[in-house]
């Protein structure tokens, strides 16, 4: 009889991989979802294995201006989570339905200082109400429901 040993997966580092923004549209709910099918392959990264969503209440009806502040808090985000490679932006989900509100998901190392990041965007954007949270999701399950 053969043994046959599951193989483990290897990784390379985060920076390795390619950022590719694919852009899914729901018209019924009228949200507008952007995400990174360049990390496919890096998901279930085990250096990796807290799903941190940042969200943000809108309180705006111009589309110029939520596209500004949009573009302002991803390039927060990635700055931050771009030195040392912290971790990786991955989703983000623009509602303009009933609920207006954006939505930033990320893969992170366990390690992150949450508190002081949450911290840093609150003091970045003042007028916002930022919400943030972080949970363990190993296998990445939540971006890869949005890869199909």
Do not use: C
């Amino acid at each position: 009889m053969f043994n046959l040993l599951k193989s483990k997966k290897e990784y390379k580092p985060i920076s390795e991989y390619t950022e590719g923004w694919n852009i899914l549209e729901d018209q019924n709910n009228q949200m507008i979802i952007r995400v990174s099918s360049g990390y496919k392959d890096a998901a279930g990264h085990p250096d990796y294995p807290i799903k941190m969503g940042v969200a943000v209440p809108l309180n705006y009806t111009d589309g110029e201006m939520i596209g500004n502040l949009k573009n302002s808090i991803e390039d927060s985000i990635e700055g931050i989570l771009n030195k040392g490679e912290k971790g990786v932006l991955v989703t983000i989900i623009t509602s303009l339905g009933e609920q207006k509100f954006l939505e930033f998901v990320s893969y992170t190392k366990s390690e992150l200082d949450f508190k002081s990041l949450h911290e840093q965007l609150i003091n970045t954007f003042p007028k916002e109400e930022v919400q943030m949270y972080a949970e363990r999701d190993l296998k990445w399950d939540t971006y890869l429901s949005f890869l199909k």
